[in-house]
């Protein structure tokens, strides 16, 4: 492999780290019926909005809850994976 090519890739390595890395520190929202979550792109919870109306069926603010966390997290993997797409195109990967 020549020097160049070895140089591209090393810019290419450090610019999808930095890009992981900015991922990671990124705020998504998940959004159900009277619930919002924010979670960052490590998937960790930040903050967790309910509507009050909510508190007094429980079961319906449990299923809220879940379906606003898994739609923090389906927009984290959709956003990571078209982030670091840009870099995978015409690798073969």
């Known amino acids: 492999m020549n020097q160049n090519m ?3 890739l090393q810019k290419i390595q450090k610019e999808m780290q930095e890009t992981q ?5 990124t705020e998504f929202e998940g959004k159900a ?3 919002r979550v ?5 998937h960790q919870v ?22 606003a966390i ?3 997290v389906e ?7 078209n982030e ?5 195109m015409g690798m073969g990967f």
Request: proline share 2%.
């Open 6 to 8: 070895i140089k591209k």
């Open 21 to 25: 890395e900015r991922l990671q520190m």
């Open 33 to 35: 019926s009277g619930v």
């Open 38 to 42: 924010v979670m960052l792109g490590s």
């Open 46 to 67: 930040v903050e967790l909005v309910i509507n009050p109306d909510l508190l007094e069926d429980v079961d319906m603010l449990q299923d809220a809850i879940l379906i």
């Open 70 to 72: 898994n739609d923090a």
């Open 75 to 81: 927009n984290v993997d959709k956003t990571t994976a």
């Open 84 to 88: 670091m797409s840009k870099y995978t």
